[in-house]
């Protein structure tokens, strides 16, 4: 997904951009330890990474500013009964858009992202974009 930075020319002081990937994965728990191996396998299973670039308008190529990839995370409740729940990956970064006093960096960002569940279907992604100026 492309980001464009509004009034990309008319910008003269720094600014941050952030952007947060949210996969909407199944939830993983156990209630037991007769159900925790297979809650905390699509656990580990459920998988996601992203990329975040910048367009440089001097070379006209998109710069890869991070690359990350997660899976989910298992965390006991209680372990002496086998409760836990999956704390699923999600993704947020920030970019303070800066080039010189007269103009910014980039005038456009790119966020691409896959996420999987624990079965290797594709999971829905929600991108979001925020900007701050400084």
Not at 19 to 35: E, L, N, Y
Not at 55 to 82: F, I, M, P, R
Request: include cysteine.
């Amino acid at each position: 997904m492309d980001f464009p930075v509004p009034g990309f020319y008319q910008h003269q002081t720094p600014e941050t951009y952030g952007f947060t990937v949210q996969p909407s994965f199944w939830g993983s728990s156990s209630a037991s330890w007769s159900d925790a191996p297979q809650a905390i396998s699509d656990c580990l299973n459920t998988k996601m990474a992203t990329r975040v670039q910048r367009w440089d308008w001097a070379t006209s190529q998109l710069v890869q500013l991070t690359y990350k990839e997660q899976a989910g995370v298992w965390v006991w409740d209680n372990a002496a009964t086998g409760r836990g729940h999956c704390s699923a990956p999600a993704f947020l970064y920030y970019h303070e858009n800066y080039g010189t006093a007269h103009q910014v960096a980039t005038s456009k960002y790119r966020v691409r992202t896959w996420a999987t569940q624990p079965d290797g279907s594709h999971a829905t992604v929600w991108i979001t974009g925020t900007h701050t100026g400084l």
